[in-house]
């Protein structure tokens, strides 16, 4: 996991722009619905949830968030429980995207959780442990340069890849496997819904086969 750092947006700002040297990549990301709760003085200037998307899960999105960072803020490959909507303000985003169905090619394990920590003396990055949180599922195949003689079986799936733009939408089924890129000084919202149950349930039963 990421070292979470509090600082005004003015210098998250600067660090973007870079007229400060700072060590580290930088980005905005959190999944508490921030806009909301961290950035209320930019609801004035955008609308809370997207109505069709709204009527269509028959509720108002759980969270709201506002993402932004570097280009070298990269997501790995991973899954949501969410029906996610990601809408790109400024910039771009790069999806590599895998169908659920697609889950037996692709290597699930369990690791040690850890978290990135920046020695304030060296300024040397360097990994610790969490034993608090124990094992979590993570992917260790990058799908821009798999390591097919590590993940043999990894070259029977079917990424898409999808560029969103500007003012573009890309609606993200929960469940789907995806790899994130971005430009540099991306912005961009997320709404996010937790699904029906019935197709969550189903699908785990298929992807587990």
Not at 55 to 63: N, S
Not at 85 to 97: D, E
Not at 104 to 109: A, E, G, L, M, Q
Request: negative net charge; hydrophobic residues 40%; proline residues 8%.
């Amino acid at each position: 996991m990421p070292e979470e750092r509090t600082m005004t947006f003015a210098t998250f700002l600067d660090i973007i722009e870079r007229k400060v040297e700072a060590n580290g990549v930088f980005y905005i990301q959190q999944q508490n619905s921030n806009l909301i709760n961290h950035f209320s003085e930019l609801l004035n200037d955008v609308e809370s949830d997207i109505t069709w998307a709204s009527e269509a899960f028959g509720k108002m999105p759980d969270a709201v968030n506002f993402w932004m960072g570097e280009e070298r803020a990269v997501t790995s490959l991973h899954k949501d429980p969410y029906e996610n909507l990601y809408c790109v303000i400024s910039g771009s985003k790069t999806f590599t995207l895998i169908p659920p169905t697609d889950r037996p090619f692709i290597p699930y394990k369990t690791y040690q959780a850890a978290l990135y920590h920046e020695d304030q003396e060296t300024r040397q990055w360097e990994v610790v442990e969490d034993h608090l949180t124990g094992l979590v599922p993570w992917i260790p195949v990058d799908p821009l340069k798999p390591d097919l003689e590590l993940y043999p079986e990894y070259k029977h799936a079917g990424p898409i890849t999808v560029t969103v733009n500007a003012g573009e939408l890309l609606y993200l089924p929960s469940l789907w496997f995806h790899h994130v890129s971005q430009s540099h000084g991306c912005i961009a919202g997320l709404l996010r819904f937790f699904p029906f149950l019935f197709p969550l349930l189903f699908i785990e039963q298929v992807s587990s086969v």
